[in-house]
């Protein structure tokens, strides 16, 4: 199983990006799907997560500005960041809890990370 993430890039203070990510590669079912973002110097931290029942929660510091959401026939998670700010500025690592059939077992896989950078 594959995580691929899509979507980062240079945005100014206000502005808005759409993160996703696909799993793909081989039978699995997927329990929680989320991001979580990594900041020069500092520790990995869940910016958000949504399960297989599409119960979604945030970190108190994205709470009303990001959303995630998922395409269950896609495979894919969604994270819309709106309102970004200069310390939302990280590599975001989309993250995968799933049933891997090919393994016999629930797996967590990480995707390869994508940049945000936030312009004041």
């Known amino acids: 199983v594959q995580l691929q993430a899509f979507g980062g890039g240079l945005v100014q203070a206000g502005g808005s990006l759409r993160l996703s990510c696909a799993a793909s590669?081989?039978?699995?079912?997927?329990?929680?799907m989320g991001w979580y973002r990594q900041a020069p110097g500092k520790q990995r931290e869940l910016v958000a997560g949504i399960s297989s029942g599409d119960y979604a929660n945030y970190a108190d510091y994205v709470k009303g500005r990001f959303s995630i959401f998922k395409d269950n026939a896609k495979n894919t998670v969604y994270l819309q960041m709106n309102s970004l700010k200069p310390e939302d500025a990280a590599v975001y690592y989309c993250?995968?809890?799933?049933?891997?059939?090919?393994?016999?077992?629930?797996?967590?896989?990480w995707g390869q990370g994508t940049q945000v950078t936030v312009s004041s």
């Open positions: 590669g081989g039978m699995f079912i997927i329990n929680t």
């Open positions: 993250n995968a809890d799933l049933f891997d059939y090919g393994v016999g077992r629930r797996t967590e896989y």
